[in-house]
């Protein structure tokens, strides 16, 4: 599970979040959703440790452990998925060999062997074939030349890879179409698992039409101020964030 | 009345000019009349200029006058034994069925005959066969370049090959540097490819990490309608050595010619590409990846001009310059009035990988004709912040995550390397030096 106590963080001297308190339990999804410029993307970033914030204060805890203090590459090897809002293109790479070499690198940091190259492509090719990926797409440049569509659904493979503890989705449902919505979303329930959580944010209710959150969580100026169940969402939807963000100020 | 400078001499260039009369006695008695001719020429050049310096532009940043500070003497003592125990080094590249001309401290000692290749060792001959003459007494638009000049005067070995158009498919130029003390050489070597000819030509420069030693190889290669080159140089030279080399080309009209260099030798290395495009529709593809670190000084030249329409040229480097190295890409393009319809690009883009690592490029387009395409580009960063958080988050460790974006970075010039299996032992190669990064 994934817990977040009283988080403060930073950059450039700019306050970004104020107390962000939220607490996902193993087998659930929590649905984030908020106005612009409310925190969203950064407080993904944080959990997952880039470095250009700096936290102030509080914890993040992942399956109890605080994960703060833990480089990024150390965070995803203990199970901690992002999915990113813009997948970043890496140009000479291809999309199989950061795959391999991203599997590889988290079975090495947690003293596991590593995957016989037979073994990984099996594995690769049945994800890649549920979420309608083609061998042609994973023998090309990461991301590079990608449409929207392709970059998420590439995102979820890498998920399904890595078998993550916990996955944050920032924003998967940004430039997708009913279809690959779908496609993206499906990938997103074949994960859900009793051990398994979810973080997702997102702008519109659309989406958790088909990932169906256990609750829904209002950000705005940097810390949760609303927590419901999943009709809060169609509420929001409904009459947009105005009225709870003003009630909350 | 104009006061002109008149630079004082440094100690190496004192001794360079005095050592040559009696090493160009010693040697006379090879290469004939037009060796000893270049010979006189190119110290005449010497001694009125000296060492290439910051004074002369196209030598700005790499100062040999200030960087060349102890002349080694000319290699003479050559032996068979030497020859053997050079052969017997471990090869820096496999190349399947290769012709291997070994070219071992500046002499060409000897060869995998092959049919379809002619080679006269210039220094056997008392006097050269008219082909061979002839060959060495062309007029070049780069004789007056400073490391041309000191090449011909102290011509110390080199050879003339003629390449049929049946000729074998793969030439190895393997040049090895061995000695236990410092020594300068100067080979020149002129390749003739026919017309239709195919070849890949490796170049190779390998030498012991534990002596200041001094290369200034001349190479000149000539090729004939629709002959196809590829031609791949590797600079392994020894960690403490200067290695200067020339590359001139002369290329006939539907030739092609496709050049891909890999740069991690010597502590002061330049290379020089004087490329003269003469005939019509010819296609030039000039790239290269250099790889610099601890207080490595590593320079690409490039002189391309389009003298005849139609031509296309492409140039694509790629460097990556750690610790306190310094790197210099100077790229000029010249498209002459008759050459309309040429289509032109240079690219240099660099990866700084240290606050004390730097990079002058200097990319330079002279334009004559006004029906043209051409253009160049120029960059220099460090890795992206947003890839490397991108794989940090994927789960790969910084050292891990840098690598993978360098081999790529590399990867992408790599990519112009036609030969799959030569590519993949250049791309292991830049790996090797990814791995002995250290990661501060």
Redesign the interface.
């Known amino acids: 599970m994934l817990e977040i106590r009283n988080l403060h963080a930073e950059i450039d001297g700019k306050k970004i979040l104020n107390g962000l308190t939220l607490s996902v339990p193993a087998g659930e999804v929590a649905a984030i959703m908020g106005p612009n410029g409310s925190g969203k993307s950064t407080l993904s970033y944080i959990v997952?440790?880039?470095?250009?914030y700096t936290v102030t204060a509080g914890e993040v805890l992942l399956n109890g452990e605080d994960i703060l203090k833990l480089?990024?590459?150390e965070?995803?090897?203990r199970g901690l998925?992002?999915a990113?809002q813009y997948?970043?293109?890496?140009?000479?790479?291809t999309t199989h060999t950061?795959l391999r070499?991203?599997?590889n690198?988290?079975r090495k940091?947690r003293g596991e062997e590593e995957l016989k190259t037979a073994d990984f492509i099996k594995i690769m090719r049945a994800a890649a074939d549920k979420l309608s990926i083609s061998q042609e797409m994973l023998r090309r440049?990461l991301n590079v030349g990608f449409s929207g569509g392709e970059k998420k659904r590439l995102e979820v493979l890498?998920m399904t890879l890595?078998e993550p503890r916990f996955g944050i989705l920032d924003e998967t449902d940004s430039g997708l179409d009913i279809d690959a919505l779908r496609v993206v979303s499906d990938g997103v329930n074949a994960l859900r698992s009793k051990e398994r959580g979810f973080l997702v944010i997102t702008h519109y209710q659309r989406l958790l039409d088909y990932i169906k959150p256990d609750s829904v969580h209002v950000m705005s100026n940097g810390r949760i101020i609303k927590s419901g169940g999943p009709d809060l969402a169609l509420e929001l939807e409904k009459h947009g964030y105005r009225d709870i963000v003003a009630n909350a100020a | 009345m104009a006061l002109r400078a008149q630079p004082v001499k440094t100690p190496a260039e004192e001794a360079i000019a005095a050592s040559f009369p009696a090493f160009a006695a010693r040697q006379a008695r090879w290469g004939g009349a037009e060796v000893a001719k270049a010979r006189e020429d190119g110290i005449a050049r010497f001694r009125a200029n000296g060492l290439p310096n910051r004074r002369i532009e196209e030598w700005h940043y790499t100062d040999l006058r200030s960087m060349l500070r102890e002349a080694a003497a000319p290699f003479e003592a050559f032996s068979d034994d030497l020859a053997r125990k050079a052969a017997a080094g471990a090869a820096p590249i496999a190349l399947e069925g290769a012709a291997r001309l070994l070219f071992v401290n500046g002499r060409y000692v000897a060869d995998k005959p092959a049919a379809g290749l002619e080679v006269v060792d210039l220094t056997t001959a008392p006097s050269l066969p008219p082909v061979a003459a002839q060959a060495l007494a062309r007029d070049t638009a780069y004789a007056g370049n400073g490391a041309v000049a000191l090449n011909r005067a102290f011509t110390n070995g080199g050879a003339i090959v003629h390449i049929a158009a049946g000729a074998p498919h793969v030439i190895h130029l393997d040049f090895r540097e061995i000695g236990s003390e410092a020594f300068s050489t100067f080979p020149h070597v002129i390749v003739d490819v026919a017309e239709q000819a195919q070849v890949l030509i490796v170049e190779s420069h390998r030498g012991s990490d534990d002596i200041a030693y001094q290369t200034n190889a001349l190479i000149e290669l000539k090729l004939a309608a629709q002959a196809r080159v590829s031609y791949v140089r590797l600079n392994e030279a020894g960690a403490k050595s200067i290695s200067l080399a020339t590359l001139g080309l002369d290329i006939a009209d539907h030739a092609t010619f496709n050049l891909f260099s890999l740069n991690t030798g010597a502590a002061l290395s330049r290379h020089q590409i004087f490329l003269h495009s003469d005939g019509e529709q010819s296609s030039i593809d000039l790239a290269g990846v250099t790889l610099a670190r601890g207080k490595q000084h590593a320079d690409t030249t490039l002189v391309v001009e389009h003298k005849a329409p139609r031509c296309k040229s492409r140039e694509f480097y790629r460097y990556i310059v750690d610790e306190s190295a310094t790197g210099v890409f100077q790229g000029k393009i010249v498209v002459a009035p008759d050459a309309q319809k040429t289509d032109g690009a240079m690219k240099s883009q660099t990866i700084l990988l240290s606050d004390e690592a730097a990079m002058n490029n200097k990319p330079e387009l002279e334009i004559f004709a006004d029906d043209v395409l051409c253009g160049h580009g120029a960059t220099c960063g460090s890795l992206d912040d947003d890839q490397l958080f991108y794989a940090y988050s994927r789960g790969l460790p910084p050292a891990q995550a840098q690598a993978l974006l360098l081999e790529a970075f590399a990867g992408e010039a790599l990519e112009r390397v036609a030969d799959e299996g030569l590519r993949e032992q250049l791309r292991d190669k830049v790996c090797a030096w990814l791995a002995q990064r250290v990661i501060q």
């Open positions: 997952a440790g880039r470095s250009d480089p990024p590459h965070r995803a090897a998925f992002l990113f997948p970043v293109e890496i140009p000479g790479v950061f070499t991203a599997m690198a988290q940091t440049p890498q890595l």
